[in-house]
T-cell receptor, first 114, second 113 residues
Framework: DGGITQSPKYLFRKEGQNVTLSCEQN?????MYWYRQDPGQGLRLIYY???????QKGDIAEGYSVSREKKESFPLTVTSAQKNPTAFYLC?????????????FGPGTRLTVL | AQSVTQLDSQVPVFEEAPVELRCNYS??????LFWYVQYPNQGLQLLLK??????LVKGINGFEAEFNKSQTSFHLRKPSVHISDTAEYFC???????????FGKGTRLHILP
């Protein structure tokens, strides 16, 4: 089945630790995105990548880092510099060619800092 | 920059009653408009989208939305809701030349028995 997978579904982290969230897609999409969701705030863009080996900061990139070494994968690292990392994290992808107007979402990872 | 306003954070409605979830966006330049639905602890699923053409767009699960350029609105409607429609609904807008989508803050739909 084609789609976007995120792992793990739930993640617990101690303060001061870095943690990496996985996002993989087999849709052959060029663009990938990371969002953070907090209650009542909608989705806020962290980072996005339109092509392999290139990515851009979104609206709330501080305390996060990404890599895009393969078209299929766009992992997000939440660093210890992120002051309030507890949130629901969503990955999305989009086809960049003609008709590539829609973002498709993974199931999300809920990160809790203990 | 684009922005999206969802006027109601929560909407309670009785089962089998009609519902309208309101959405306004900031710019009247050429845009793509989207409605997504999110069930608890899941990702977002596309309900419908407006790209061009007919201003009335039909989506999945019996939902439809109407694009109104003069009022910069894209309200979501369903003539008769079911308990399974309980979810959070997000309106989103994208400029046609932009790779990014701007999301509203969401409207939580509560279906009352």
């Amino acid at each position: 089945d084609g789609g976007i997978t995120q792992s793990p579904k739930y993640l617990f982290r101690k303060e001061g630790q870095n943690v990496t969230l996985s996002c993989e897609q087999n849709l052959n999409h060029d663009a990938m995105y990371w969002y953070r969701q907090d209650p009542g705030q909608g989705l806020r863009l962290i980072y996005y990548s339109q092509i392999v080996n290139d990515f851009q900061k979104g609206d709330i990139a501080e305390g996060y880092s990404v890599s895009r070494e393969k078209k299929e994968s766009f992992p997000l690292t939440v660093t210890s510099a992120q002051k309030n990392p507890t949130a629901f994290y969503l990955c999305a992808s989009r086809f960049s060619g003609m008709g590539g107007d829609t973002q498709y979402f993974g199931p999300g990872t809920r990160l809790t800092v203990l | 920059a684009q922005s999206v306003t969802q006027l109601d954070s929560q909407v309670p409605v009785f089962e089998e009653a009609p519902v309208e979830l309101r959405c306004n966006y900031s710019s009247s330049v050429s845009v793509y408009l989207f409605w997504y639905v999110q069930y608890p602890n899941q990702g977002l699923q596309l309900l419908l989208k407006y790209l061009s053409g007919s201003t009335l767009v039909k989506g999945i699960n019996g939902f439809e939305a109407e694009f109104n350029k003069s009022q910069t609105s894209f309200h979501l409607r369903k003539p008769s809701v079911h308990i399974s429609d309980t979810a959070e609904y997000f309106c989103a807008v994208s400029d046609r030349d932009d790779d990014k989508i701007i999301f509203g803050k969401g409207t939580r739909l509560h279906i009352l028995p």
